[in-house]
């Protein structure tokens, strides 16, 4: 490691922001290796700035080090000026908390948060000096690993990787790492050996296990075991109480600017709300809060020890916790007689935001508020499921407003299933309404409105759903660019359409994009997710050169009886639930959550003899609540009525 160090730091000075590359952050470890010690290099595959704040890495990283067995480092995907250095110089990736070479470590852990990274994850598996593709690797190597939202559909990547991690990790980390300490101890003799012991692991998928056939229409067939170790289907891992995981404890503390730069403290996981183009609030369920009172200890704790200013309370939902004003209050007063404490809410639902939320959120310096109303017409909202009204985004605006807020910002997607031009038009109309709003609290407020293209994702009722062509996103964007113009203080950002386009491909592919992906990383394409490096060109040149088709892969409605790339892994839920909610939505039904409502049998609770453990028996205040019934004291439900939409099956 010291070796490593020494050729490196002669360098640092010629590079973009060094300090990406030096460790010694606050909270950071210094691990003794030691050979009864499994090494984990927890990698994250895009910069240090955007890698660092993220709160998955962070946990494992406390829990691996916690343990007496193993020892845990981070690394990040160099910059492009610093592979240079590296390539030329025969340097490999490396640990920054010590400088150790990545080859020495047992794992390489990634953590794979979006699609656009993939590229990334060959190219630190190269550097790392490691075969890039699994079957070329020996004992001797270390296991390539991911985890993350993105491997829900890892098929992209099975050549590549040895395992990944369906669902949480908190539990199944120390599991794996019991097994490799165990390999490890008997001397690494077999890789197939220790790769079908991991395999029985729930949570764990071993790609090379597996093989996919195709029909001869192109079409999968199935993706089925071809090794007795190795389930037909790999159920997610899923924490039933996370009080018991209240990390990370130490949260890093970085030396130069990061993304998301401040406390970061998790109140609750998974989402009732139902929304079908979100895969987060699909793949998370069942939701599972957070103690309010650890709530509050963790953020009192996190200030003091970090001497950060501002704390966010972070989930898919935030303003649904059940606890949120108190805490939000509480985290105000802990600020008094001291530096001013300002609270970050990034996950706001407007159906639950309310004037007094708002006015405890505003006793400090103001962050700035975002909501996602998604679409633009309560046409549009029915079919996605995101069931919140104009009077609602109203309500929520101007609580802001009238609180001293004079800037919003909008989130809403284009190319939704049946979204018509006056669906999408309804966007700037939306955004013009609540400029106006800004006006009749006596100020000029402004809105900027950010739009992406629609996704569809594995595990999700959309995911049948052929996505719109890079040409007709264009046209979306283009008409709601020529609407603002006219929109006084409405402000228009897009995502460029063509990274969307290479976004679905990727999320919906199967094993015949390994070698693309191969492809566009060797022909130089790594950072695909930064507009200044994306190549649509090496993606339809390595399309071609595989015999492979762009429009085949993105713009194909799927069928009910069509195999999917992940129907061999489970996100919890039933498929057949799945289905009837896309069904649904081509008829604009919507579903109310069904944390106030009957039970939908969607399969994440009663799959895992869990139910939502909600903090408190009352709805959270504004939103649209149905009945009331399925609410939780402590976790236990209370008048819990099992039903499930028509057509759906047990």
């Not at 406390?263 to 369920?285: D, H, K, P, S």
Request: with cysteine; charged share 25%; proline share 6%.
């Amino acid at each position: 490691m010291a070796d490593v160090w020494a050729r490196l730091e002669p360098h640092l000075a010629s590079v973009q922001k060094p300090a990406r590359y030096i460790g010694c952050e606050l909270g950071a470890e210094v691990p003794a290796p030691a050979p009864h010690r499994v090494g984990w290099l927890l990698v994250y595959p895009d910069t240090y700035e955007v890698g660092l704040p993220n709160q998955g890495l962070q946990i494992l990283y406390e829990i691996l080090t916690e343990r007496d067995d193993a020892v845990a480092e981070r690394s990040y995907a160099p910059w492009t000026d610093l592979e240079d250095v590296l390539r030329r110089e025969g340097i490999p990736l490396f640990s920054v908390d010590t400088h150790r070479s990545a080859d020495e470590f047992d794992v390489l852990a990634f953590n794979l948060s979006a699609e656009l990274v993939y590229t990334n994850v060959l190219n630190c598996i190269d550097l790392a000096g490691v075969p890039v593709r699994s079957a070329h690797r020996a004992p001797q190597h270390p296991l390539v690993g991911a985890g993350g939202h993105a491997t829900y559909n890892p098929e992209p990547l099975a050549d590549f990787l040895d395992f990944v991690v369906l669902g949480d990790g908190e539990e199944v980390v120390s599991e794996i790492n019991e097994v490799l300490a165990a390999w490890k101890a008997g001397g690494r003799t077999s890789r197939l050996d220790v790769l079908r012991t991991l395999a029985g692991i729930e949570g764990v998928y071993v790609p090379s296990l597996y093989e996919a056939t195709y029909l001869d229409d192109g079409r999968l067939a199935a993706t089925t075991p071809v090794d007795p170790a190795a389930p037909a289907r790999v159920e997610k891992r899923t924490i039933a109480d996370l009080a018991e995981w209240p990390y990370p404890k130490r949260q890093l503390v970085p030396l130069t600017e990061v993304v998301h730069d401040r406390l970061n403290v998790e109140v609750f996981r998974g989402c009732t709300r139902g929304c079908r183009f979100c895969q987060a609030g699909m793949i998370t369920r069942p939701v599972r809060e957070r103690p309010a009172e650890q709530v509050r200890e963790m953020v009192q704790q996190g200030l003091r020890r970090t001497g950060y200013d501002e704390v966010a309370l972070t989930s898919l939902s935030t303003a649904d916790f059940s606890g949120i004003t108190d805490v939000v209050r509480s985290t105000m007063e802990e600020g008094e007689g001291c530096s001013n404490i300002s609270v970050s809410l990034p996950s706001l639902r407007v159906d639950a935001f309310t004037v007094d939320v708002a006015a405890q959120i505003q006793k400090a310096r103001r962050t700035g508020l975002t909501f996602a109303p998604e679409a633009g017409t309560w046409r549009m909202r029915q079919v996605i499921n995101k069931l919140i009204t104009e009077d609602d985004l109203h309500a929520a605006v101007s609580s802001a407003f009238s609180q001293g807020w004079k800037r919003v910002k909008l989130y809403f997607l284009v190319g939704l299933p049946t979204e018509t031009d006056e669906d999408t038009l309804g966007i700037v109309e939306l955004a013009r309404r609540c400029v106006a709003l800004a006006k009749e609290q006596g100020h000029n407020g402004s809105v900027t409105v950010s739009v992406g293209g629609f996704v569809p994702k594995a595990f999700t009722p959309f995911q049948w759903f052929g996505m719109n062509t890079e040409v007709e996103l264009r046209r979306k964007v283009n008409l709601l660019r020529d609407a603002a113009k006219a929109a006084k203080g409405v402000q228009l950002k897009w995502h460029d359409p063509k990274a969307s386009l290479i976004e679905g491909l990727v999320s919906r592919g199967d094993r015949r994009l390994g070698p693309v992906i191969e492809h566009v990383w060797r022909a130089g394409g790594t950072f695909q997710e930064w507009g200044e490096h994306f190549r649509l060109d090496l993606w339809q040149a390595a399309m071609d050169a595989h015999g492979l088709d762009v429009d085949w892969y993105c713009h194909r409605h799927r069928t009910e009886d069509e195999a999917l790339p992940w129907d061999h892994l489970s996100a919890g839920l039933h498929k057949d639930f799945l289905w009837q909610d896309w069904r649904d939505a081509l008829e604009q039904l919507g579903l109310e959550d069904c944390r106030w409502t009957p039970c939908y049998d969607c399969g994440a609770c009663t799959g895992y003899g869990i139910e939502h453990v909600v903090a408190s028996a009352t709805p959270p205040a504004g939103g649209s609540q149905g009945t009331g019934q399925g609410l939780a004291l402590g976790g236990v439900p209370v008048g819990l009525t099992p039903r499930r939409p028509a057509g759906v099956g047990a």
